[in-house]
Protein backbone atom coordinates (compact mmCIF):
# COMPACT_ATOMS: atom_id res chain seq x y z
CA UNK A 1 0.00 0.00 0.00
CA UNK A 2 1.63 2.86 -1.41
CA UNK A 3 1.29 5.92 1.39
CA UNK A 4 4.34 8.31 -0.11
CA UNK A 5 4.23 9.77 -3.70
CA UNK A 6 7.06 10.96 -5.83
CA UNK A 7 7.23 14.52 -5.62
CA UNK A 8 8.33 16.65 -8.19
CA UNK A 9 11.88 18.66 -7.95
CA UNK A 10 11.80 21.95 -6.07
CA UNK A 11 8.40 20.89 -4.52
CA UNK A 12 8.72 21.45 -0.84
CA UNK A 13 6.33 19.46 1.56
CA UNK A 14 5.76 19.84 5.85
CA UNK A 15 8.32 17.20 7.02
CA UNK A 16 8.09 15.79 10.81
CA UNK A 17 11.19 17.69 11.51
CA UNK A 18 10.39 21.11 9.80
CA UNK A 19 8.77 23.70 11.99
CA UNK A 20 5.40 23.46 11.54
CA UNK A 21 2.97 25.43 9.62
CA UNK A 22 0.39 28.13 10.41
CA UNK A 23 -2.51 26.11 12.14
CA UNK A 24 -5.28 24.69 10.15
CA UNK A 25 -8.12 27.10 10.37
CA UNK A 26 -5.48 29.80 9.59
CA UNK A 27 -4.87 28.04 6.06
CA UNK A 28 -8.26 27.79 5.34
CA UNK A 29 -9.14 31.18 6.14
CA UNK A 30 -6.12 31.91 3.59
CA UNK A 31 -7.21 29.08 1.15
CA UNK A 32 -10.69 30.88 0.92
CA UNK A 33 -8.41 34.19 -0.78
CA UNK A 34 -6.08 31.99 -2.40
CA UNK A 35 -6.56 28.66 -3.73
CA UNK A 36 -2.48 28.41 -3.19
CA UNK A 37 -2.73 27.52 0.30
CA UNK A 38 -5.16 24.76 0.04
CA UNK A 39 -2.29 22.69 -1.42
CA UNK A 40 -0.37 22.78 2.08
CA UNK A 41 -3.37 21.66 3.43
CA UNK A 42 -3.99 19.18 0.95
CA UNK A 43 -0.13 18.14 1.83
CA UNK A 44 -0.95 18.17 5.54
CA UNK A 45 -3.82 15.73 5.81
CA UNK A 46 -3.18 13.71 2.47
CA UNK A 47 -1.31 10.35 4.19
CA UNK A 48 -3.93 10.41 7.08
CA UNK A 49 -7.05 10.72 4.65
CA UNK A 50 -5.86 8.10 2.65
CA UNK A 51 -5.15 5.60 4.93
CA UNK A 52 -8.23 6.28 6.47
CA UNK A 53 -9.99 5.44 2.90
CA UNK A 54 -8.25 2.03 2.75
CA UNK A 55 -9.08 1.30 5.93
CA UNK A 56 -12.45 2.28 5.76
CA UNK A 57 -13.30 0.89 2.11
CA UNK A 58 -10.40 -1.90 1.36
CA UNK A 59 -10.32 0.37 -1.86
CA UNK A 60 -7.21 -0.33 -5.09
CA UNK A 61 -5.12 2.52 -4.85
CA UNK A 62 -6.51 4.07 -8.18
CA UNK A 63 -9.97 4.72 -6.55
CA UNK A 64 -8.04 5.93 -3.19
CA UNK A 65 -6.78 8.53 -5.48
CA UNK A 66 -9.86 8.95 -7.04
CA UNK A 67 -11.84 9.28 -3.93
CA UNK A 68 -9.39 11.73 -2.33
CA UNK A 69 -9.20 14.19 -5.13
CA UNK A 70 -12.88 14.28 -4.88
CA UNK A 71 -13.00 14.66 -1.12
CA UNK A 72 -10.14 17.75 -1.35
CA UNK A 73 -12.05 19.52 -3.98
CA UNK A 74 -15.38 19.00 -2.32
CA UNK A 75 -13.61 20.53 0.45
CA UNK A 76 -12.26 23.44 -0.94
CA UNK A 77 -15.48 24.26 -2.65
CA UNK A 78 -17.23 24.33 0.88
CA UNK A 79 -14.32 25.85 2.75
CA UNK A 80 -16.42 28.85 3.98
CA UNK A 81 -18.57 26.24 5.73
CA UNK A 82 -16.02 24.82 7.53
CA UNK A 83 -16.95 25.28 11.36
CA UNK A 84 -14.10 26.61 13.36
CA UNK A 85 -14.74 24.80 16.27
CA UNK A 86 -14.56 21.49 15.09
CA UNK A 87 -10.64 20.37 14.08
CA UNK A 88 -10.29 20.36 10.15
CA UNK A 89 -8.94 16.85 10.34
CA UNK A 90 -12.45 16.07 11.51
CA UNK A 91 -14.11 17.80 9.16
CA UNK A 92 -11.77 16.23 6.54
CA UNK A 93 -12.79 12.95 7.77
CA UNK A 94 -16.24 13.80 7.31
CA UNK A 95 -16.06 15.04 3.79
CA UNK A 96 -13.76 11.78 2.77
CA UNK A 97 -16.49 9.61 4.52
CA UNK A 98 -19.46 11.20 2.62
CA UNK A 99 -17.53 10.71 -0.62
CA UNK A 100 -16.85 7.16 0.20
CA UNK A 101 -20.56 6.69 1.18
CA UNK A 102 -21.28 7.92 -2.65
CA UNK A 103 -19.14 5.87 -4.08
CA UNK A 104 -20.69 2.90 -2.60
CA UNK A 105 -23.91 3.75 -3.87
CA UNK A 106 -23.33 4.41 -6.90
CA UNK A 107 -20.88 1.00 -7.39
CA UNK A 108 -22.65 -1.57 -4.89
CA UNK A 109 -20.58 -4.45 -6.31
CA UNK A 110 -17.00 -2.57 -4.62
CA UNK A 111 -15.56 -5.66 -2.75
CA UNK A 112 -12.44 -5.17 -0.40
CA UNK A 113 -9.17 -5.69 -1.90
CA UNK A 114 -6.23 -4.31 0.42
CA UNK A 115 -5.51 -7.18 2.47
CA UNK A 116 -6.12 -7.40 6.13
CA UNK A 117 -2.22 -7.95 6.31
CA UNK A 118 -1.05 -5.10 5.30
CA UNK A 119 -2.98 -3.27 8.12
CA UNK A 120 -1.40 -5.01 10.76
CA UNK A 121 1.39 -3.24 10.24
CA UNK A 122 -0.24 0.39 11.40
CA UNK A 123 -3.11 -0.87 14.02
CA UNK A 124 -4.63 1.68 16.03
CA UNK A 125 -3.61 2.16 20.16
CA UNK A 126 -7.12 0.96 20.91
CA UNK A 127 -7.09 -1.94 19.01
CA UNK A 128 -4.00 -3.26 20.40
CA UNK A 129 -5.18 -3.01 23.80
CA UNK A 130 -8.09 -4.85 22.64
CA UNK A 131 -5.94 -7.37 21.49
CA UNK A 132 -3.50 -7.30 24.38
CA UNK A 133 -4.18 -9.80 26.12
CA UNK A 134 -1.77 -11.39 28.41
CA UNK A 135 2.15 -9.23 28.41
CA UNK A 136 3.19 -13.37 28.35
CA UNK A 137 1.99 -13.38 24.64
CA UNK A 138 4.93 -13.61 21.86
CA UNK A 139 4.70 -11.11 19.10
CA UNK A 140 3.79 -13.89 16.57
CA UNK A 141 0.40 -14.31 18.74
CA UNK A 142 0.22 -10.36 18.97
CA UNK A 143 -0.26 -10.38 15.36
CA UNK A 144 -2.22 -13.25 15.02
CA UNK A 145 -4.41 -11.98 17.54
CA UNK A 146 -4.49 -8.56 15.19
CA UNK A 147 -5.41 -10.30 12.22
CA UNK A 148 -8.42 -12.06 14.13
CA UNK A 149 -9.56 -8.82 15.82
CA UNK A 150 -9.40 -7.15 12.32
CA UNK A 151 -10.83 -9.94 10.42
CA UNK A 152 -13.79 -9.71 13.13
CA UNK A 153 -14.40 -6.32 13.01
CA UNK A 154 -14.58 -6.06 8.78
CA UNK A 155 -17.77 -8.81 9.21
CA UNK A 156 -19.31 -6.29 11.42
CA UNK A 157 -22.85 -4.89 9.98
CA UNK A 158 -21.92 -1.17 8.34
CA UNK A 159 -23.18 1.14 11.70
CA UNK A 160 -20.74 -0.74 13.91
CA UNK A 161 -17.80 -0.87 11.42
CA UNK A 162 -17.84 2.45 10.98
CA UNK A 163 -17.40 3.73 14.05
CA UNK A 164 -15.08 0.70 14.86
CA UNK A 165 -12.29 1.69 12.53
CA UNK A 166 -12.12 5.04 13.20
CA UNK A 167 -12.40 4.21 17.29
CA UNK A 168 -9.93 1.26 17.37
CA UNK A 169 -8.25 2.30 13.78
CA UNK A 170 -7.61 6.00 13.61
CA UNK A 171 -7.80 5.96 17.56
CA UNK A 172 -10.43 8.99 17.24
CA UNK A 173 -11.94 9.69 20.80
CA UNK A 174 -16.02 9.40 20.91
CA UNK A 175 -16.54 13.19 20.78
CA UNK A 176 -14.51 13.68 17.16
CA UNK A 177 -16.81 10.22 16.10
CA UNK A 178 -19.48 11.90 16.64
CA UNK A 179 -18.57 15.39 14.69
CA UNK A 180 -17.19 13.16 11.89
CA UNK A 181 -20.65 10.65 11.61
CA UNK A 182 -22.62 13.76 12.90
CA UNK A 183 -24.05 11.56 15.25
CA UNK A 184 -24.45 12.24 19.36
CA UNK A 185 -22.15 11.35 21.39
CA UNK A 186 -24.39 8.87 23.27
CA UNK A 187 -25.19 6.96 20.07
CA UNK A 188 -21.50 6.85 18.98
CA UNK A 189 -20.99 5.21 22.49
CA UNK A 190 -23.31 2.61 22.42
CA UNK A 191 -21.78 1.84 18.92
CA UNK A 192 -18.52 1.33 19.33
CA UNK A 193 -19.08 -0.39 22.70
CA UNK A 194 -21.30 -3.16 20.81
CA UNK A 195 -18.66 -3.22 17.83
CA UNK A 196 -16.04 -4.30 20.92
CA UNK A 197 -18.68 -6.45 22.17
CA UNK A 198 -18.60 -8.02 18.90
CA UNK A 199 -15.23 -8.31 18.26
CA UNK A 200 -14.69 -9.56 21.81
CA UNK A 201 -16.86 -12.47 21.15
CA UNK A 202 -15.46 -13.45 17.90
CA UNK A 203 -11.99 -13.35 19.42
CA UNK A 204 -13.18 -15.70 22.23
CA UNK A 205 -14.47 -17.81 19.99
CA UNK A 206 -10.85 -18.35 18.83
CA UNK A 207 -8.47 -20.60 20.09
CA UNK A 208 -6.46 -17.94 21.64
CA UNK A 209 -6.80 -17.04 25.23
CA UNK A 210 -7.55 -13.39 25.80
CA UNK A 211 -7.98 -10.60 28.83
CA UNK A 212 -9.43 -7.92 26.93
CA UNK A 213 -9.86 -4.41 28.78
CA UNK A 214 -13.50 -2.56 28.59
CA UNK A 215 -13.12 0.74 27.50
CA UNK A 216 -16.16 2.91 28.40
CA UNK A 217 -15.15 6.22 28.37
CA UNK A 218 -17.29 6.71 31.71
CA UNK A 219 -20.24 5.61 29.60
CA UNK A 220 -22.58 2.28 30.80
CA UNK A 221 -20.72 -0.94 29.74
CA UNK A 222 -22.20 -3.03 27.95
CA UNK A 223 -23.52 -6.15 29.39
CA UNK A 224 -21.42 -9.14 27.65
CA UNK B 1 -9.06 11.33 -15.65
CA UNK B 2 -7.89 8.76 -13.47
CA UNK B 3 -5.84 6.71 -15.39
CA UNK B 4 -3.96 9.96 -16.81
CA UNK B 5 -3.13 10.66 -13.61
CA UNK B 6 -1.57 7.18 -12.73
CA UNK B 7 0.35 7.76 -16.10
CA UNK B 8 1.91 11.27 -14.97
CA UNK B 9 2.38 9.58 -11.26
CA UNK B 10 1.56 13.29 -10.14
CA UNK B 11 1.12 14.09 -6.63
CA UNK B 12 -2.26 14.67 -4.76
CA UNK B 13 -1.81 17.73 -4.33
CA UNK B 14 -0.82 18.90 -7.79
CA UNK B 15 -4.13 17.41 -8.82
CA UNK B 16 -6.00 18.86 -6.81
CA UNK B 17 -4.25 22.40 -7.86
CA UNK B 18 -4.43 21.31 -11.73
CA UNK B 19 -8.37 20.10 -11.19
CA UNK B 20 -8.93 23.65 -9.19
CA UNK B 21 -7.68 25.44 -12.16
CA UNK B 22 -9.24 23.02 -14.68
CA UNK B 23 -12.88 23.33 -13.73
CA UNK B 24 -12.29 27.39 -12.25
CA UNK B 25 -13.58 25.80 -8.88
CA UNK B 26 -14.30 28.82 -5.86
CA UNK B 27 -14.80 28.29 -2.51
CA UNK B 28 -18.58 28.92 -1.92
CA UNK B 29 -19.37 32.48 -0.08
CA UNK B 30 -19.31 33.01 2.79
CA UNK B 31 -22.84 35.31 2.21
CA UNK B 32 -24.61 31.66 0.59
CA UNK B 33 -23.53 29.72 3.61
CA UNK B 34 -24.45 32.01 5.91
CA UNK B 35 -27.75 32.51 4.01
CA UNK B 36 -28.15 28.70 3.54
CA UNK B 37 -28.46 28.49 7.76
CA UNK B 38 -30.78 31.28 8.11
CA UNK B 39 -33.05 30.21 5.80
CA UNK B 40 -32.90 26.26 7.64
CA UNK B 41 -33.20 27.89 11.13
CA UNK B 42 -36.14 30.07 9.26
CA UNK B 43 -37.92 26.92 8.34
CA UNK B 44 -36.93 25.00 11.62
CA UNK B 45 -39.14 28.02 13.55
CA UNK B 46 -41.72 27.91 11.09
CA UNK B 47 -42.27 24.21 11.94
CA UNK B 48 -41.96 24.85 14.91
CA UNK B 49 -44.80 27.67 15.13
CA UNK B 50 -46.78 25.42 12.93
CA UNK B 51 -46.07 22.00 15.23
CA UNK B 52 -47.25 24.31 18.38
CA UNK B 53 -50.22 25.76 16.52
CA UNK B 54 -51.51 22.58 15.14
CA UNK B 55 -50.59 20.86 19.02
CA UNK B 56 -52.65 24.18 20.47
CA UNK B 57 -55.57 23.29 18.50
CA UNK B 58 -55.47 19.69 19.63
CA UNK B 59 -55.32 20.77 23.08
CA UNK B 60 -58.02 23.12 23.09
CA UNK B 61 -60.05 20.22 21.01
CA UNK B 62 -59.46 17.48 23.57
CA UNK B 63 -60.44 20.15 26.12
CA UNK B 64 -63.29 21.29 24.75
CA UNK B 65 -64.73 17.76 23.97
CA UNK B 66 -67.27 15.77 26.27
CA UNK B 67 -66.25 12.74 25.83
CA UNK B 68 -68.72 10.94 27.57
CA UNK B 69 -71.82 13.21 25.62
CA UNK B 70 -69.68 11.88 22.44
CA UNK B 71 -69.85 8.42 23.43
CA UNK B 72 -73.34 8.68 24.57
CA UNK B 73 -74.42 10.52 21.24
CA UNK B 74 -77.20 8.90 19.17
CA UNK B 75 -75.42 10.67 16.40
CA UNK B 76 -72.26 8.41 14.79
CA UNK B 77 -71.58 11.55 12.54
CA UNK B 78 -70.41 13.29 16.09
CA UNK B 79 -67.71 11.16 17.02
CA UNK B 80 -66.26 10.63 13.18
CA UNK B 81 -66.09 13.81 12.90
CA UNK B 82 -64.16 14.91 15.92
CA UNK B 83 -62.00 11.88 15.19
CA UNK B 84 -61.06 12.92 11.95
CA UNK B 85 -60.17 16.60 13.17
CA UNK B 86 -58.41 15.64 16.08
CA UNK B 87 -56.25 13.16 13.85
CA UNK B 88 -55.43 15.64 11.10
CA UNK B 89 -54.06 18.20 13.84
CA UNK B 90 -52.44 15.43 15.41
CA UNK B 91 -50.89 14.08 11.90
CA UNK B 92 -49.57 17.18 10.92
CA UNK B 93 -48.18 18.17 14.09
CA UNK B 94 -46.43 15.49 14.17
CA UNK B 95 -45.37 15.71 10.37
CA UNK B 96 -43.85 18.83 11.53
CA UNK B 97 -42.30 17.43 14.46
CA UNK B 98 -40.99 15.12 12.32
CA UNK B 99 -39.30 17.29 9.85
CA UNK B 100 -38.05 20.01 12.49
CA UNK B 101 -36.33 17.17 13.72
CA UNK B 102 -34.60 15.98 10.74
CA UNK B 103 -33.76 19.45 9.94
CA UNK B 104 -32.27 20.55 13.38
CA UNK B 105 -29.73 17.35 12.86
CA UNK B 106 -28.67 18.84 9.64
CA UNK B 107 -27.42 21.97 11.33
CA UNK B 108 -23.94 22.85 12.37
CA UNK B 109 -24.13 21.35 15.72
CA UNK B 110 -27.99 19.63 15.91
CA UNK B 111 -26.32 16.16 15.79
CA UNK B 112 -24.61 16.75 18.78
CA UNK B 113 -28.22 16.83 20.84
CA UNK B 114 -28.80 13.67 22.42
CA UNK B 115 -32.43 12.96 21.41
CA UNK B 116 -33.82 13.54 25.13
CA UNK B 117 -32.46 17.03 25.00
CA UNK B 118 -34.39 17.29 22.03
CA UNK B 119 -37.56 15.90 23.70
CA UNK B 120 -37.45 18.35 26.87
CA UNK B 121 -37.12 21.10 24.93
CA UNK B 122 -39.23 20.70 21.69
CA UNK B 123 -41.90 19.48 24.91
CA UNK B 124 -41.30 23.14 26.72
CA UNK B 125 -41.69 25.17 23.18
CA UNK B 126 -44.84 22.93 22.03
CA UNK B 127 -46.33 23.73 25.46
CA UNK B 128 -45.04 27.65 25.25
CA UNK B 129 -46.31 28.09 21.67
CA UNK B 130 -49.58 26.54 21.61
CA UNK B 131 -50.25 27.83 25.83
CA UNK B 132 -49.26 31.47 23.81
CA UNK B 133 -51.64 30.50 21.04
CA UNK B 134 -54.34 29.82 23.02
CA UNK B 135 -54.20 32.42 25.35
CA UNK B 136 -53.59 35.43 23.03
CA UNK B 137 -54.44 34.50 19.33
CA UNK B 138 -57.81 33.15 18.12
CA UNK B 139 -56.99 29.40 17.66
CA UNK B 140 -60.48 28.71 17.15
CA UNK B 141 -61.07 31.19 14.70
CA UNK B 142 -58.12 30.56 12.99
CA UNK B 143 -59.65 27.22 12.79
CA UNK B 144 -63.03 28.15 11.95
CA UNK B 145 -61.77 30.53 9.18
CA UNK B 146 -59.78 27.51 7.72
CA UNK B 147 -63.03 25.54 8.05
CA UNK B 148 -64.34 28.13 5.68
CA UNK B 149 -61.55 28.49 3.38
CA UNK B 150 -60.73 24.40 2.96
CA UNK B 151 -64.12 22.39 1.67
CA UNK B 152 -62.59 19.08 2.52
CA UNK B 153 -61.31 20.26 5.84
CA UNK B 154 -63.97 18.57 8.56
CA UNK B 155 -64.39 22.18 10.60
CA UNK B 156 -64.71 21.42 14.65
CA UNK B 157 -67.09 24.42 14.81
CA UNK B 158 -69.26 22.63 13.01
CA UNK B 159 -69.18 19.16 14.07
CA UNK B 160 -69.66 20.97 17.83
CA UNK B 161 -72.51 22.92 16.28
CA UNK B 162 -74.04 19.72 15.24
CA UNK B 163 -73.56 18.20 18.02
CA UNK B 164 -74.84 21.31 20.50
CA UNK B 165 -77.88 21.27 18.37
CA UNK B 166 -79.24 18.30 19.68
CA UNK B 167 -82.41 19.26 22.55
CA UNK B 168 -83.62 15.83 22.51
CA UNK B 169 -80.08 14.73 24.07
CA UNK B 170 -80.24 17.86 26.37
CA UNK B 171 -77.81 20.08 24.86
CA UNK B 172 -78.85 23.32 22.83
CA UNK B 173 -76.51 26.25 21.50
CA UNK B 174 -77.46 29.77 20.08
CA UNK B 175 -77.10 33.13 21.01
CA UNK B 176 -78.43 34.85 23.85
CA UNK B 177 -81.17 37.60 23.15
CA UNK B 178 -81.97 38.88 26.08
CA UNK B 179 -83.02 38.43 30.30
CA UNK B 180 -86.87 37.50 30.47
CA UNK B 181 -86.07 37.57 34.45
CA UNK B 182 -83.34 37.26 36.54
CA UNK B 183 -83.18 33.77 36.11
CA UNK B 184 -84.52 32.80 32.78
CA UNK B 185 -82.89 33.93 29.06
CA UNK B 186 -84.41 33.47 25.69
CA UNK B 187 -81.94 32.07 23.17
CA UNK B 188 -82.20 31.90 19.44
CA UNK B 189 -80.29 28.43 18.26
CA UNK B 190 -78.71 28.09 14.98
CA UNK B 191 -82.14 26.62 13.44
CA UNK B 192 -83.85 29.91 14.19
CA UNK B 193 -85.76 28.44 17.31
CA UNK B 194 -86.60 30.17 19.88
CA UNK B 195 -85.52 28.57 23.47
CA UNK B 196 -86.75 29.91 26.86
CA UNK B 197 -84.11 28.35 28.81
CA UNK B 198 -85.17 28.57 32.78
CA UNK B 199 -81.51 28.84 34.35
CA UNK B 200 -82.93 29.31 38.02
CA UNK B 201 -80.84 26.18 39.12
CA UNK B 202 -78.04 26.04 36.34
CA UNK B 203 -74.64 26.49 37.47
CA UNK B 204 -72.92 29.36 34.94
CA UNK B 205 -69.09 28.42 34.19
CA UNK B 206 -66.48 29.30 34.39
CA UNK B 207 -68.47 29.89 38.08
CA UNK B 208 -66.03 33.08 38.97
CA UNK B 209 -66.43 34.74 35.24
CA UNK B 210 -70.16 35.27 35.31
CA UNK B 211 -70.80 35.71 38.94
CA UNK B 212 -73.79 37.66 38.23
CA UNK B 213 -74.82 35.69 35.23
CA UNK B 214 -78.15 37.84 34.46
CA UNK B 215 -75.66 40.95 34.20
CA UNK B 216 -72.29 39.45 33.16
CA UNK B 217 -74.15 37.36 30.44
CA UNK B 218 -74.70 40.04 27.91
CA UNK B 219 -77.00 39.31 24.67
CA UNK B 220 -75.25 38.49 22.22
CA UNK B 221 -72.76 36.33 23.28
CA UNK B 222 -73.13 32.64 22.14
CA UNK B 223 -74.22 29.88 24.68
CA UNK B 224 -74.09 26.27 25.26
CA UNK B 225 -76.69 25.22 27.53
CA UNK B 226 -77.39 21.40 29.09
CA UNK B 227 -80.08 20.16 30.97
CA UNK B 228 -83.54 18.68 29.64
CA UNK B 229 -86.12 20.24 27.03
CA UNK B 230 -89.47 20.55 28.51
CA UNK B 231 -91.11 21.48 25.47
CA UNK B 232 -89.99 21.66 22.13
CA UNK B 233 -90.36 24.97 20.08
CA UNK B 234 -93.46 24.96 17.89
CA UNK B 235 -93.42 27.26 14.21
CA UNK B 236 -93.89 30.43 15.80
CA UNK B 237 -93.70 29.91 19.57
CA UNK B 238 -90.69 29.52 22.20
CA UNK B 239 -89.38 26.55 23.34
CA UNK B 240 -88.56 25.64 26.74
CA UNK B 241 -85.39 24.36 28.18
CA UNK B 242 -84.51 23.24 31.94
CA UNK B 243 -80.58 24.35 32.02
CA UNK B 244 -78.22 22.45 34.51
CA UNK B 245 -75.39 23.93 33.21
CA UNK B 246 -74.13 27.20 30.97
CA UNK B 247 -70.86 27.55 29.25
CA UNK B 248 -69.51 30.15 26.17
CA UNK B 249 -69.44 29.23 23.14
CA UNK B 250 -65.58 29.15 22.64
CA UNK B 251 -63.30 27.56 25.37
CA UNK B 252 -60.51 29.71 24.13
CA UNK B 253 -60.27 32.60 26.62
CA UNK B 254 -59.18 35.29 23.97
CA UNK B 255 -63.15 34.65 22.47
CA UNK B 256 -64.15 34.45 25.92
CA UNK B 257 -63.38 37.92 26.84
CA UNK B 258 -64.47 39.06 23.72
CA UNK B 259 -67.66 38.19 24.50
CA UNK B 260 -68.37 39.39 28.04
CA UNK B 261 -67.00 42.63 29.19
CA UNK B 262 -66.69 41.60 32.77
CA UNK B 263 -64.44 38.75 31.77
CA UNK B 264 -61.03 38.60 33.52
CA UNK B 265 -59.76 35.72 31.30
CA UNK B 266 -58.89 33.33 34.10
CA UNK B 267 -62.23 31.25 33.78
CA UNK B 268 -60.37 28.86 31.30
CA UNK B 269 -59.74 25.90 33.66
CA UNK B 270 -62.89 26.33 35.59
CA UNK B 271 -64.84 26.04 32.21
CA UNK B 272 -62.58 22.70 31.30
CA UNK B 273 -63.20 21.55 34.39
CA UNK B 274 -66.81 22.45 34.94
CA UNK B 275 -67.69 20.99 31.03
CA UNK B 276 -67.26 17.40 32.74
CA UNK B 277 -70.03 17.67 35.68
CA UNK B 278 -73.30 17.63 35.02
Known amino acids: ?224 | MTKEHQKNGAPLSDRVMQEIERRSLAPVPRWRVLGHGALQWAVITLLGLAAGLSFGLLWVHVLDLYWTDVATSRSLFDGRHFLQTLLLWGFLCGLCLFALHRLYRRTRRGYRASLWALVLWVSLALGLVSWLGFQFAPLESLEQELGEAVPWYPSWDDAKGHFWQTPDEGRITGHLVRWSTATQFVLVDGKGGQWLVDASEAVFRPRHHWLNPSSDVSPGTRLRVRGEMVLRPLDDGEGVFRASTVYPWASGSGRHRRHSPAGNGHGRHDNMRGGKEN
Not at chain 1, 55 to 71: K, M, T
Not at chain 1, 137 to 160: K, M, N, T
Not at chain 1, 196 to 219: C, M
Open chain 1, 1 to 224: MPLHVSRPEGHTTAAPLMAPGPPDHVLVSRSIESPRFFRELVERHEAKMRRYVVRHSGLPVELVDDVLQDAFLRAYVGLASFDRTLKFENWLYRIVRNVLVDSFRKNKQHRRETPIEEMIETPGVHLCALCSGADTGSVLEHRERLGQALEALYDLDEPYREVAVLRFLEDKEYAEISDILMKPVGTIGSLVNRARKLIVNRLSESALPLDVPEQTQGRRRVKP
